[in-house]
């Protein structure tokens, strides 16, 4: 799903991805993952301007 890309996550992080993916009844780790990914983008994507979008990131604790 993911191809040749690798994404390198905490070991925490990726222990409740898997329970929750588990849980929710996702057929794979990556299934889940982007999903995710897909909602968080396309919530970026209704944002007006880069500046709200930019607002939106620093909210969420993405960017400072």
Known sequence: MF???KV???KGLLKKIRMYAK???YSS???FITHA???EI???EEAESE???RKKLQGLGYIS
Do not use: N, W
């Open 3 to 5: 191809g040749s890309s």
């Open 51 to 53: 500046d709200e979008i």
């Open 29 to 31: 780790v990556e299934e």
């Open 23 to 25: 849980i929710a009844g």
């Open 37 to 39: 990914l897909e909602k």
């Open 8 to 10: 390198k996550l905490d």
């Open 42 to 44: 396309a919530q970026l």
